[in-house]
Structures are given as structure tokens and as C-alpha cells.
């Protein structure tokens, strides 16, 4: 499986000054083997990444970050390297906070993580701020069966477009 049509990568600005991991280092840190459609998907560089165009994912478990229309975005994949948005440093910043099946691959922008669950192969959702507590079943929602599902499920959001303008503010004045 690859990206949808539309869906192009590009290079995360942030960490690009920071040592890129050999795929050995990283799995070493991390414990666990990482998909190898995931690996792919980072060549050559393996540094993280992001899309040129809006992108979002229908979960297959909605959860209370869920748009209406069941779609949520999805903002930076995790990579090599050494910096914020590898996926060692990510995966410690959570131990002791979380289980360690749990492998940080990507984020949504706002704090909330997509991970990959080393045990069942699925990639779920962590909302680190639900409301009943970071480790709780509600924190986890299910978003794909496995990660090349997840890569396979993303597709360019569609652009924001107001259609209704009867509760657009047409006018505004301020007076200081």
C-alpha cells in the first residue's frame, strides 16, 4: 500500500540539524521492529515528515478530537532522528507515562499522538489530555489495523470553504 493520490510528503523543517538514527539504532531504542512500509515511506533521508497539503485520516474508532465529518488531521510523521520529532525521543518522553508496546509514529499538531502498537499491529490514537485520565481505555481509540492501513488512509483534506455566509461577519469596527 502507498499514499493516496494527492498526498505528498515533504521535508520537516524541525530536526533537520539533528544526527539521523540508523533503522538498527532506532529499533534497539525503541524495542521493537518497525514496519517496514513505514521505513519506506521516510527514504532516503529518514528525517521526519510532513505534507504539502492538509491531510486527515478517518479513524476507525472516532474519538471526542474527531471531526463531524468523523476525519482527523494528521500533521507530522515521526523519524530518525535524534531531535523532537524522532521517534526515539518521543517514545522516551512517554515511558513511565505510557505502556511501552506503544511506538510514536506521527502527531496531529496539537499534542495528540498516532501510535503503533507493537503487540496487536494496529495503529491507535492517544488523546493525552482525555478527560479520564492519559492511560485510560479512553485515551485509546483504534485508527487502523495495521500502519500500512493508516499510510493508505490518508488523503488531502478537503479546502476550508465557507459556503454559507449568513453567519460570516461581514463587518467589523474597532474604536480605541
Not at 14 to 38: A, C, H, N, W
Not at 75 to 80: D, N, R, S
Not at 138 to 143: D, G, P, R
Request: net charge negative; aromatic share 8%; hydrophobic share 40%.
Amino acid at each position: 500500500m502507498s499514499l493516496k493520490s494527492g498526498v505528498s510528503l515533504i521535508p520537516s523543517l524541525l530536526d533537520r540539524d539533528q544526527p539521523v538514527l540508523s533503522r538498527d539504532v532506532v529499533e534497539q531504542r525503541i524495542g521493537s521492529k518497525l514496519p517496514d512500509i513505514y521505513v519506506d515511506l521516510l527514504a532516503p533521508e529518514h528525517h521526519a515528515v510532513m505534507f504539502k497539503e492538509g491531510v486527515r485520516i478517518h479513524p476507525i474508532a472516532s474519538n471526542p478530537l474527531s471531526a463531524q465529518s468523523g476525519f482527523q488531521s494528521v500533521l507530522t510523521l515521526f523519524g530518525f532522528s535524534e531531535g523532537d520529532h524522532g521517534i526515539v525521543a518521543n517514545y522516551q518522553r512517554l515511558q513511565g507515562r505510557l505502556e511501552s508496546q506503544f511506538i510514536p509514529i506521527a502527531e496531529d499538531g496539537l499534542g495528540n499522538l498516532f501510535m503503533f502498537d507493537c503487540t496487536t499491529l494496529n495503529v491507535v490514537f492517544w488523546h493525552h489530555e482525555c478527560i479520564a485520565g492519559e492511560n485510560s481505555e479512553q485515551a485509546f481509540s483504534l485508527v487502523s489495523e495495521d500502519v500500512a492501513s493508516f499510510i493508505a488512509g490518508l488523503e488531502v483534506s478537503p479546502e476550508d470553504k465557507v459556503t454559507d455566509t449568513s453567519s460570516v461577519v461581514k463587518r467589523a469596527t474597532f474604536n480605541f
